[in-house]
């Protein structure tokens, strides 16, 4: 089986950022993460500059940023400059919809937004929540979108959790992603009707079953995101990779992987 790099999405430890930046991403570092989705640094706390020397130091690549949540009217062009300055590519957006005919405006907006991203050397990626998997004339919102833009300009950032809360068993849909979802978002779901967060291998999902679907499919990175914790969201990022590590789902670099 394959073995993958794996990042994170800090908005897990969205609080503990906001109170100690560099110690948090210390901590994130420490626990094994090589990859990591960021923008730049929050205003007043450093420099991009000192923000690329203490990503550096912690062996954390940025991988790629998220641009924005409900809103395709976002000035792009800084965030194309960031990932250029710190060695990132992917420009993330998730959307909300009100009818078929809105998933449909908003898809062609992706695809001229993706085209502008690849002028600038980014691959724009869609990430879906649960919502995606409303039908409208039959049609999942998530399958309109697939089907409606260009998949050499749009691609998704899948994410596992979501998926299942959606309905759908996120292996099955992963086999329409072939080329499409160079990057996963992985999360794990406990047993019983509140489908609360866990973390990885603390749940219901089928994880080594996941990573052959996105080995298949062509995913780079596995990316680690929890949204709400049940204790200490750090500890919750160190029990994902540990368990990873117990999967052997990890690349190492004594791995030959």
């Given at each position: 089986?394959k073995?993958?790099?794996?990042?994170?999405q800090p908005?897990?430890v969205?609080e503990a950022l906001s109170?100690d930046?560099?110690g948090?991403?210390?901590?994130?570092a420490a626990?094994g993460y090589?990859?990591i989705?960021?923008?730049p640094?929050?205003?007043?706390?450093?420099?991009?500059?000192e923000q690329?020397?203490?990503?550096?130091?912690?062996?954390?690549?940025?991988i790629?940023?998220?641009a924005?949540?409900?809103?395709?009217?976002?000035?792009f062009e800084?965030l194309f400059?960031?990932?250029?300055r710190?060695g990132?590519?992917y420009?993330t957006?998730s959307?909300?919809?009100?009818?078929?005919?809105?998933?449909?405006r908003?898809?062609?907006?992706m695809?001229?937004?993706?085209?502008?991203c690849?002028?600038?050397?980014?691959?724009?990626?869609?990430?879906?929540h649960d919502?995606?998997?409303?039908?409208?004339d039959?049609d999942y919102?998530?399958?309109?979108i697939?089907?409606?833009t260009?998949p050499?300009?749009v691609?998704?950032e899948l994410?596992?959790?979501?998926?299942?809360k959606?309905g759908e068993?996120?292996?099955?849909?992963?086999g329409?992603?072939?080329?499409?979802?160079p990057?996963l978002?992985i999360?794990?779901m406990e047993?019983?009707?509140?489908?609360f967060?866990?973390e990885?291998?603390?749940?219901?999902?089928?994880?080594?079953?996941?990573?052959e679907a996105a080995?298949?499919?062509?995913t780079?990175?596995?990316?680690?995101e929890?949204?709400l914790c049940?204790?200490?969201?750090?500890?919750?990022?160190?029990i994902?990779y540990?368990?990873?590590t117990k999967?052997?789902?990890?690349e190492?670099?004594?791995?030959?992987?």
């Amino acid at each position: 089986m394959k073995r993958f790099p794996i990042a994170v999405q800090p908005y897990t430890v969205r609080e503990a950022l906001s109170r100690d930046y560099v110690g948090t991403l210390e901590k994130i570092a420490a626990i094994g993460y090589k990859g990591i989705e960021l923008g730049p640094p929050p205003q007043g706390t450093m420099s991009l500059d000192e923000q690329k020397a203490l990503l550096d130091r912690l062996g954390l690549q940025v991988i790629g940023t998220h641009a924005s949540f409900d809103n395709l009217d976002v000035d792009f062009e800084p965030l194309f400059d960031y990932l250029d300055r710190t060695g990132g590519r992917y420009v993330t957006v998730s959307m909300k919809f009100e009818s078929r005919d809105d998933v449909l405006r908003k898809a062609e907006r992706m695809s001229r937004i993706g085209e502008r991203c690849r002028a600038r050397g980014a691959t724009f990626l869609y990430h879906n929540h649960d919502w995606e998997f409303q039908r409208y004339d039959g049609d999942y919102a998530l399958d309109l979108i697939l089907r409606e833009t260009d998949p050499e300009l749009v691609k998704l950032e899948l994410d596992t959790y979501w998926v299942r809360k959606g309905g759908e068993d996120p292996v099955a849909f992963m086999g329409k992603l072939a080329g499409r979802c160079p990057l996963l978002h992985i999360k794990d779901m406990e047993a019983g009707e509140e489908q609360f967060f866990a973390e990885i291998g603390e749940g219901i999902l089928d994880f080594p079953a996941i990573a052959e679907a996105a080995e298949r499919i062509g995913t780079e990175w596995l990316v680690v995101e929890q949204d709400l914790c049940r204790r200490d969201p750090l500890d919750s990022l160190a029990i994902s990779y540990r368990n990873l590590t117990k999967l052997g789902l990890i690349e190492s670099a004594n791995s030959g992987s």
